[in-house]
Antibody, heavy 124, light 111 residues
Framework: EVQLLESGGGLVRPGGSLRLSCAASGFTFSRYAMSWVRQAPGKGLEWVSGISGSGGSTYYADSVKGRFTISRDNSKNTLYLQMNSLRAEDTAIYYC?????????????????WGQGTLVTVSS | QSVLTQPPSVSAAPGQKVIISCSGSSSNIGNNYVSWYQQLPGTAPKLLIYDNNKRPSGIPDRFSGSKSGTSATLGITGLQTGDEADYYCGTWDSSLSANWVFGGGTKLTVL
C-alpha cells in the first residue's frame, strides 16, 4: 500500500525557515518523480515544486523560486522541502504527491497518491 | 487567477448528473493530458481521472472525463450526497514559466 507521510509543519515568523519531510512507502521511490502542492486556507490547490526520480532535476512555481528548495534522499525514501524567507502568503497545508508514472519531471500525467498534508503558518 | 478556468460552483439533486468544465489553452489542455481530483471536506485530494478519461482502480464508472480542444469536462452521474466535494482539474503547462497547473476548483453541492 502506498503511503506518504508529511511532517515538519508548524508556526514560523515571517522571514523564517522550515523544512518539510515526506516519508514514502509501498512503492519504489526512486522510480517516480515527486511534487509538493499547497493549499492556503479556504483556497484552491497550488503546485509548488517538482523533482525527478534521481533528484537531478528540480522545478519551482514562480511564487517560491529562489526561496524554496526541493530535494530527495532515495536511500531513505524521503522527499524534502526547505522553505526560507517565509512570507504570510506561504501559509497553507503542504501536500506531497507522487507522480502517476515515470521518473522524469516533464509533461507528467498527474498525481495518484497524496499525503495527509502538514500545516505551515507564517505569522508574527 | 488560475491558468485553468472552472466554474466556482455547481449543484444538482441526488441521482442526477452534473458536468464540471475546465477551460485552458493550447499550452496546457490543448496539448497535454488532463487529470481530475476530488477533495472531500478536510481531506487530501484524490485522483479521479487521468489521461483525460481513464479511471484509477476503485473509482466507480459514475465518474467520467473527456477532452476536446482546449477544454475538458468531468461528468458525474447518479449523484450521491457523498459526492459533495471540491473538484479540481490539472494538467501540464508548456509555457515558459509554468510546469503543472490546477484549475481554481469547483464546489459541488448535492441538493
Amino acid at each position: 500500500e502506498v503511503q506518504l507521510l508529511e511532517s515538519g509543519g508548524g508556526l514560523v515568523r515571517p522571514g523564517g525557515s522550515l523544512r518539510l519531510s515526506c516519508a514514502a512507502s509501498g512503492f519504489t521511490f526512486s522510480r517516480y518523480a515527486m511534487s509538493w502542492v499547497r493549499q492556503a486556507p479556504g483556497k484552491g490547490l497550488e503546485w509548488v515544486s517538482g523533482i525527478s526520480g534521481s533528484g537531478g532535476s528540480t522545478y519551482y512555481a514562480d511564487s517560491v523560486k529562489g526561496r524554496f528548495t526541493i530535494s530527495r534522499d532515495n536511500s531513505k525514501n524521503t522527499l524534502y522541502l526547505q522553505m526560507n524567507s517565509l512570507r504570510a502568503e506561504d501559509t497553507a497545508i503542504y501536500y506531497c504527491a507522487k507522480v502517476i508514472e515515470g521518473s522524469s519531471w516533464y509533461r507528467i500525467p498527474g498525481f495518484d497518491y497524496w499525503g495527509q498534508g502538514t500545516l505551515v503558518t507564517v505569522s508574527s | 487567477q488560475s491558468v485553468l478556468t472552472q466554474p466556482p460552483s455547481v449543484s444538482a439533486a441526488p441521482g442526477q448528473k452534473v458536468i464540471i468544465s475546465c477551460s485552458g489553452s493550447s499550452s496546457n489542455i490543448g496539448n497535454n493530458y488532463v487529470s481530475w481530483y476530488q477533495q472531500l471536506p478536510g481531506t487530501a485530494p484524490k485522483l479521479l481521472i487521468y489521461d483525460n478519461n481513464k479511471r484509477p482502480s476503485g473509482i466507480p464508472d459514475r465518474f467520467s472525463g473527456s477532452k476536446s480542444g482546449t477544454s475538458a469536462t468531468l461528468g458525474i452521474t447518479g449523484l450521491q450526497t457523498g459526492d459533495e466535494a471540491d473538484y479540481y482539474c490539472g494538467t501540464w503547462d508548456s509555457s515558459l514559466s509554468a510546469n503543472w497547473v490546477f484549475g481554481g476548483g469547483t464546489k459541488l453541492t448535492v441538493l
